[in-house]
């Protein structure tokens, strides 16, 4: 009879992790990498960047790691240091590139090129209306549809308070449908 293991819990890596074990803290990056580097993509719009900056928050995670109380969300504090990490970098640069070329989408998995064509586009026009988005606004905005954070997460990540996340999320969402309405085109895609 072969003996399997027990699947370990977040809870029992991070303490593994903080106790030094690589292997641990992998497991942790594997399974909260995508949703970072989705968060910085959202907030940057450039992927090369948001996988960078998603390198640069698991680096300063495990520098950090020993800070990090188990009792709160690793996710959220996750979160926190890849809007703070991609902030940093966004305030260094003065011009955010905003090209065809430079926004690279996930690829789809659909062999319809018509299809595939019709999805990047919607996409790449949703990604520049986040832009002309505030940034303060759009990192709200992100951090709930994108990040799928709680108001009151979004405010502990951001350190605002959360009547601030409702009106900017509620700006947000207001503008973003201001912006869909001059677009006809894209008013079917998101309707």
């Not at 709200?140 to 409702?166: C, K, N, W």
Request: hydrophobic share 40%.
């Amino acid at each position: 009879m072969a003996l399997t293991e027990t699947p370990q819990t977040e809870l029992d890596l991070i303490k593994q992790a903080q106790a030094g074990d690589t292997w641990a803290f992998g497991e942790l990056v594997r399974h909260h990498f995508g949703p970072v580097v989705n968060v910085a993509y959202r907030i940057c719009g450039e992927m090369t960047l948001a996988e960078d900056m998603a390198q640069e928050t698991f680096l300063r995670a495990w520098v950090n790691l020993n800070s990090f109380q188990p009792t709160g969300s690793l996710k959220n504090w996750l979160y926190r240091i890849t809007v703070n990490a991609t902030l940093d970098v966004l305030r260094r640069k003065s011009d955010m590139p905003m090209d065809d070329e430079v926004v690279q989408m996930i690829q789809d998995p659909t062999p319809d090129p018509e299809t595939s064509l019709v999805q990047k586009e919607r996409s790449e026009n949703l990604q520049e209306l986040l832009h002309s988005l505030p940034l303060a606004t759009r990192n709200v905005l992100v951090l709930r549809e994108f990040g799928e954070l709680s108001y009151q997460e979004i405010a502990s990540v951001l350190d605002i308070p959360i009547g601030t996340v409702m009106s900017r999320l509620n700006y947000a969402r207001t503008r973003l449908r201001d912006l869909l309405k001059e677009q006809p085109s894209m008013q079917e895609a998101y309707a």
